[in-house]
T-cell receptor, first 112, second 114 residues
Framework: AQSVSQHNHHVILSEAASLELGCNYS??????LFWYVQYPGQHLQLLLK??????LVKGIKGFEAEFIKSKFSFNLRKPSVQWSDTAEYFC??????????FGTGTLLAVQP | DTEVTQTPKHLVMGMTNKKSLKCEQH?????MYWYKQKAKKPPELMFV???????INESVPSRFSPECPNSSLLNLHLHALQPEDSALYLC?????????????FGPGTRLLVL
């Protein structure tokens, strides 16, 4: 069965710090990978996705993620976070079943 | 327009009530989804409709009854719910029910069952 794990449940950073959020999935076949963000009081929004091709994917607001097939990972990165990046971040995977499976989420708090 | 709208935003109901949640999109998407999100948990898939037909039912109890009257609308009928059904109910849509398609989420309906 497909599953997604996000190792960091809570992350606290100062502005301008670099960010890396871990995401690992378990599924041996072809997958599509997503990062969604949920800002306080707002709905889930897509940050970026990997479907095929270049494993380094660039998304909105300066975020990027790298798909490493050998490690079953799709970590999210941003070189310099801002206070407005405070949100909950969800990694999600879609495999053979076509179901979108979400990770447990990472709460990011950026201190000004 | 990349918006999925949901009504109501909040709903409080008793265990004997019957209520409905509504979801609407005008992006021409042919796949629509219901998710349930408990506090501090990720969204969990409940139902998928593809071309107005039920495609996936994740073994959801029959007290939740989905309906897709047309390609733009998705309803979730609620009856005889339990307090543990209190959660945020999210609707989403995508162009098709295919891998790689981005799902666009609505703001959700926050449901409290007393």
């Amino acid at each position: 069965a497909q599953s997604v794990s996000q190792h960091n449940h809570h992350v606290i950073l100062s502005e301008a710090a670099s960010l890396e959020l871990g995401c690992n999935y378990s599924y041996g076949g072809t997958v599509n990978l997503f990062w969604y963000v949920q800002y306080p009081g707002q709905h889930l929004q897509l940050l970026l996705k990997y479907f095929s091709g270049d494993p380094l994917v660039k998304g909105i607001k300066g975020f990027e993620a790298e798909f490493i097939k050998s490690k079953f990972s799709f970590n999210l990165r941003k070189p310099s976070v801002q206070w407005s990046d405070t949100a909950e971040y969800f990694c999600a995977v879609r495999g053979a079943t076509n179901k979108l499976i979400f990770g447990t989420g990472t709460l990011l708090a950026v201190q000004p | 327009d990349t918006e999925v709208t949901q009504t109501p935003k909040h709903l409080v109901m008793g265990m004997t009530n019957k209520k409905s949640l509504k979801c609407e999109q005008h992006m021409g998407h042919r796949a629509m989804y219901w998710y349930k999100q408990k506090a501090k948990k990720p969204p969990e898939l409940m139902f998928v409709y593809s071309y107005e037909k039920l495609s996936i039912n994740e073994s959801v109890p029959s007290r939740f009854s989905p309906e897709c009257p047309n390609s733009s609308l998705l309803n979730l009928h609620l009856h005889a719910l339990q307090p543990e059904d209190s959660a945020l109910y999210l609707c989403a849509s995508s162009q098709e029910e295919r891998r790689g398609e981005t799902q666009y989420f609505g703001p959700g309906t926050r449901l409290l069952v007393l």
